[in-house]
């Protein structure tokens, strides 16, 4: 705050920071957000990997939120093995 001090009132707005993805997801199909023109993965490629972090995490919110996910990835099916490790190691 103090290098800005007197330049300028910035403020930063987190409206999504306190609530699960698959929330995040409904209240985008709710707004129409186009989905497919999104990017998460942290590979670039031509698709998303599926593997990864985030592409784990995207197609576990498309699934709770019961929205259809209109994202192609190289390995669709990986993400239920993660999530079914994880919840067994927690």
Same mark, same amino acid.
């Given at each position: ?13 987190? &409206? ?17 957000? &186009? ?34 996910? &209109?994202?192609?990835?190289?390995? &669709? ?14």
């Amino acid at each position: 705050k103090k290098a800005l001090d007197g330049l300028s009132d910035i403020k930063l707005y987190t &409206p999504f920071i306190h609530i699960k993805k698959s929330d995040i997801v409904a209240e985008g199909a709710r707004l129409c957000v &186009p989905f497919q023109d999104t990017w998460s993965c942290y590979k670039g490629g031509t698709f998303h990997c599926g593997r990864c972090g985030t592409c784990v995490e995207r197609r576990e919110a498309f699934y709770l939120a019961e929205i259809q996910d &209109p994202t192609t990835y190289e390995d &669709p099916d990986f993400w239920k093995n993660a999530v079914a490790n994880k919840e067994r190691t927690a």
